[in-house]
């Protein structure tokens, strides 16, 4: 899924997680499926954790016996306003871009200029954003990351606070094993990743893959020893828990909760146009569907943000399975329907909601209904908000049957091509006659 989606919806790793939840034939769920009967290693022994904060913006990495090296201040580089493939960027920029602009220097100056030694450290990266230097209205991005580890007998989750390559976590995996087992643990000791844990500190790439500057590693926020610090700051980890040592929690990370900034102004009044209702559909369903076909119905709504149903949903498509049961098959969380809220009157505070759902071509046939669930706020001078429920007309959904109808060899625009074919009205009405 790429930016040119602008719909609430979980990603491709959520839509994958949807699938598995409901079953649906899917060749990559059978394979996860029989992974999961097919496994034999019953996992045993101690459960166990090592978690710390740590300054990745001050860090001395040892390269060699004569040289070491730092992580610096967070920054973005010039390839990460190119994006990716998936979702590029705008403007004029490219990944792989490792020299600067003069005129883009001087907009990123405006918000805060790089140091010398902040440009040197992250070199080759050309500084577009200086995240860790500027602090208004507080820290871009932060200096202080979360690091730990679980450990499920002899299975031990990384717990990375940010996006690694793929090479990188191969290395950092890797690594960890290799100290878990020098350290004590047995052979069979399985390490894997789990990204995007605790704090998000962007992209985490390899030295060589720093070096390229693509959207990656101009993401790479801690500069080009980004990876080799959160090695050994794992491994380190790694020790302790094999060891039973105890690791200091480090820096506190500072919390920005009670001073964000909103800009989003509160709900002030819903309205609804005369003789209609909150929850009434103004534009309703036909009568009948097709299987793989779409229907939509739209209702008289109010804002979402009245409420905005936390393990809840603003729709339902119910099938009817008697004359008061009605089964709910699906809701705003489902792949196939969309809520589409809009403001229809900023003055009177009047808004609707379409509710579009994409029939499968395998839906039971039936009779369905399709449900709207919100909350209003009609008086501009109450904070009271009054929960409304609107409903569809029961429409059909029916199979598709093919079936020919004379009729329609009879229209004109047909018949000219039957003429022109040398063929006569006679021999398909004898070819519509043994149609069974």
Same mark, same amino acid.
């Given at each position: 899924?790429?930016?040119?989606?602008?719909?609430?919806?979980?990603?491709?790793? /959520?839509?994958?997680?949807?699938?598995?939840?409901?079953?649906?034939?899917?060749?990559?769920?059978?394979?996860?499926?029989?992974?999961?009967?097919?496994?034999?290693?019953?996992?045993?022994?101690?459960?166990?954790?090592?978690?710390?904060?740590?300054?990745?913006?001050?860090?001395?990495?040892?390269?060699?016996?004569?040289?070491?090296?730092? +992580?610096?201040?967070?920054?973005?580089?010039?390839?990460?306003?190119?994006?990716?493939?998936?979702?590029?960027?705008?403007?004029?920029?490219?990944?792989?871009?490792?020299?600067?602009?003069?005129?883009?220097?001087?907009?990123?100056?405006?918000?805060?200029?790089?140091?010398?030694?902040?440009?040197?450290?992250?070199?080759?990266?050309?500084?577009?954003?200086?995240? /860790?230097?500027?602090?208004?209205?507080?820290?871009?991005? !932060?200096?202080?990351?979360?690091?730990?580890?679980?450990?499920?007998?002899?299975?031990?989750?990384?717990?990375?606070?940010?996006?690694?390559? +793929?090479?990188? /976590?191969?290395?950092?995996?890797?690594?960890?094993?290799?100290?878990?087992?020098?350290?004590?643990l047995p052979s069979t000791t399985k390490t894997v990743i789990a990204g995007l844990a605790n704090t998000y500190t962007d992209y985490i790439t390899t030295y060589e893959e720093y070096q390229i500057q693509r959207?990656?590693?101009?993401?790479?926020?801690?500069?080009?020893?980004?990876?080799?610090?959160?090695?050994?700051?794992?491994?380190?980890?790694?020790?302790?828990?094999?060891?039973?040592?105890?690791?200091?929690?480090?820096?506190?990370?500072?919390?920005?909760?009670?001073?964000?900034?909103?800009?989003?102004?509160?709900?002030?009044?819903?309205?609804?146009?005369?003789?209609?209702?909150?929850?009434?559909?103004?534009?309703?369903?036909?009568?009948?569907?097709?299987?793989?076909?779409?229907?939509?119905?739209?209702?008289?709504?109010?804002?979402?943000?009245?409420?905005?149903?936390?393990?809840?949903?603003?729709?339902?498509?119910?099938?009817?399975?008697?004359?008061?049961?009605?089964?709910?098959?699906?809701?705003?969380?489902?792949?196939?329907?969309?809520?589409?809220?809009?403001?229809?009157?900023?003055?009177?505070?009047?808004?609707?909601?379409?509710?579009?759902?994409?029939?499968?071509?395998?839906?039971?046939?039936? +009779?369905?209904?399709?449900?709207?669930? /919100?909350?209003?706020?009609?008086?501009?001078?109450?904070?009271?908000?009054?929960?409304?429920?609107?409903?569809?007309?029961?429409?059909?959904?029916?199979?598709?049957?093919?079936?020919?109808?004379?009729?329609?060899?009879?229209? !004109?625009?047909?018949?000219?091509?039957?003429?022109?074919?040398?063929?006569?009205?006679?021999?398909?009405?004898?070819?519509?006659?043994?149609?069974?």
């Amino acid at each position: 899924m790429n930016n040119t989606n602008h719909l609430i919806s979980s990603d491709n790793k /959520g839509y994958a997680a949807q699938l598995f939840e409901a079953a649906i034939n899917n060749n990559s769920l059978h394979c996860f499926q029989d992974l999961f009967n097919s496994a034999k290693s019953m996992l045993s022994g101690p459960v166990d954790f090592r978690h710390q904060f740590v300054n990745m913006s001050n860090i001395t990495i040892k390269i060699n016996d004569t040289y070491s090296a730092m +992580t610096c201040k967070p920054a973005m580089g010039y390839s990460f306003a190119a994006g990716t493939t998936d979702g590029p960027g705008a403007f004029d920029f490219k990944q792989g871009t490792t020299k600067d602009n003069f005129f883009w220097n001087l907009i990123r100056d405006l918000i805060a200029e790089p140091s010398n030694e902040q440009v040197k450290c992250q070199a080759p990266k050309p500084i577009l954003l200086d995240t /860790g230097e500027a602090s208004e209205p507080y820290p871009w991005q !932060p200096q202080i990351a979360s690091t730990q580890l679980l450990r499920l007998g002899d299975f031990v989750i990384i717990a990375v606070p940010g996006e690694f390559t +793929t090479m990188s /976590g191969r290395r950092t995996r890797d690594a960890v094993r290799d100290s878990l087992i020098k350290n004590g643990l047995p052979s069979t000791t399985k390490t894997v990743i789990a990204g995007l844990a605790n704090t998000y500190t962007d992209y985490i790439t390899t030295y060589e893959e720093y070096q390229i500057q693509r959207y990656e590693g101009a993401s790479t926020i801690y500069g080009p020893h980004t990876l080799k610090a959160y090695i050994n700051q794992f491994v380190f980890l790694a020790e302790a828990m094999v060891l039973n040592k105890t690791v200091p929690v480090g820096p506190k990370p500072p919390n920005y909760l009670s001073s964000q900034l909103s800009f989003n102004l509160p709900v002030v009044y819903d309205g609804q146009p005369s003789g209609q209702v909150f929850g009434q559909a103004i534009k309703d369903v036909s009568l009948k569907y097709l299987q793989n076909s779409t229907v939509s119905v739209t209702f008289v709504s109010a804002n979402p943000r009245n409420n905005l149903m936390t393990e809840k949903t603003f729709l339902t498509v119910e099938k009817q399975n008697s004359s008061t049961d009605w089964e709910v098959i699906a809701t705003d969380s489902s792949w196939n329907t969309i809520f589409a809220w809009e403001r229809t009157s900023t003055l009177f505070g009047e808004s609707i909601a379409t509710i579009t759902w994409d029939i499968p071509a395998d839906q039971p046939t039936g +009779t369905y209904r399709i449900r709207h669930f /919100g909350y209003a706020k009609p008086n501009p001078l109450s904070e009271a908000i009054k929960e409304f429920t609107g409903s569809s007309k029961p429409f059909q959904v029916v199979t598709k049957k093919l079936k020919f109808d004379w009729r329609d060899f009879n229209r !004109p625009q047909y018949w000219r091509y039957f003429k022109a074919l040398g063929h006569y009205k006679k021999k398909y009405q004898n070819l519509y006659n043994t149609i069974p």
